[in-house]
């Protein structure tokens, strides 16, 4: 009896359990759509999608492969790459000119139109809708734009799309950043000719507790500038770096002084060369000067003497360096050579450097310890002596505080940190010389035995 009972139990299983285990299989191709996407797509075609898939789903692979071979029950892998293709669909509209604001289905019939665009920039869930079996997709070019730029934080040309406001025209541009000028929000509507246009200025400084003032309807090519605050959280610099305690860069204001800085940033250190140290105004620093560029293409002969004596000593000379004793400044607490500091200005405080630079035609270029009331010719001995093929005459002194080049002399004192350049003598020619000299001479007994001829 029992076996019966047992056998007659084992029955049962053997046909409730197939039908209990096919409700955990893998889904029926009755689980999947067909829906066509064709259109301004890259691939359009007709592809087969879970009947969980919405309008965001059949655009990715219309915009990654042709047809789609039966999916896979999970379809997170295509979900995952349209993940990563969002931000392409983001910023295609200027690129690839797809009218995403305006995508049509036709279902049964019937087309509605989804602003797939407002979708992927605010998350609206009626604008990606579920699709259906025998659904169509167009996708059309885009034809009219809107653009808004300046202090917005997605910028550029949008498709314009009947019954557009201001507000909505910022969600897609995901709002106003921190410094935008909501007092100067500028309007430019263009008329027929799309060649005039009007100007209107529009007050949004209390759209924060009065949203309405967004609704400002918008036309097809209007452009909306953002203007930005200038002075939001404004950051005027200047830094200041080599032998302070802590060099780096630093706020400043309209009547921070050289004198501030130099406090902000410790002091000196006990190997600053104050006498040494610079200040630069980085604007001056950069900008070109045309007078300059225009000599710098010349040849030597097409230039005047003051033109050339310009250009050299311009070369020679640091751009943009603050006329200023920064010694005087720290040593008198900023009693004196204290200037007020502006924007980008930059401050470099050198090692000292107790030494002197014997460069050119001597045996043993090189530094020479500096040594107070010693001349020239000291410092080219002590650098081995002047060479055979130096040039008589032609030494010079460069200071280290200015770069300008002078001659030595007596009264002309040698300080730490200059150096002393001997250049060399030119190779000549003798039968060259000969002819220059030649040619002089018949050039000037020419001019004589004319000169007597008219006389006479």
Known sequence: MKSKIFIAWLLILCIVFP???????????ATYISVAVTGYVEKPGIYKLSVIDRLSEALAQADEQSLVNTP???MSLEKLKFQEKEKTHIDSIAVRSQALRSVSIIRAGEETSYDFQLFLRSGDMSQNPLLRDGDVVVVNPIAALV??????????????????????????AKGFKPEA???????????????????????????????SLLNIPIQAHDRVMVAQNSQFRRGWEVQINGHVASPGTYMINETTTLYDILLQAGGPTDKA???????????????????LLR????????????????????????????????????????KAGNPTLRDGDQIFVPEIVDMV???????????????????????????????????????????????????????????????????????????????????????VITIVIGVNTMSK
């Open 273 to 291: 060369d104050l006498g040494s140290a610079v200040m630069i105004n980085r604007a001056m620093y950069q900008r070109e000067s045309p007078d």
């Open 19 to 29: 039908l209990w285990a096919q409700s955990f299989t893998l889904p029926t191709a």
């Open 72 to 74: 896979t029950p999970d």
């Open 295 to 334: 000599l710098q293409i010349l040849n030597m002969s097409s230039m005047t003497p003051m033109e050339y004596n310009f250009m050299r000593s311009t070369l020679r000379q640091l751009k943009g360096k603050y006329s200023l004793d920064i010694a005087l400044a720290w040593n008198s607490k900023g």
């Open 181 to 211: 000028d909501l007092k100067q929000v500028r309007l430019y509507r263009y008329s027929d000719n799309m060649f005039d246009y009007t100007t209107e200025v529009i007050d949004l400084s209390s759209a924060k507790s009065n949203p």
């Open 147 to 172: 653009t808004i730029s300046g202090a917005v934080y997605f910028p550029g040309d949008y498709e314009y799309r009947p019954g557009d406001t201001l507000a909505k025209l910022l969600i897609l």
């Open 357 to 443: 630079w014997v460069s050119g035609q001597v045996r043993s270029p090189g530094l020479v310890p500096w040594v107070e009331g010693k001349d020239y010719l000291y410092y080219v001995n002590q650098a081995g002596g002047f060479t055979n093929n130096r040039k008589l005459g032609g030494i010079r002194i460069i200071r280290n505080s200015s770069g300008n080049w002078i001659k030595p002399g007596k009264n002309v004192a040698i300080r730490s940190g200059d150096q002393i350049f001997i250049p060399e003598t030119k190779d000549r020619d003798i039968w060259l010389d000969i002819k220059d000299v030649v040619t002089l001479v018949s050039q």
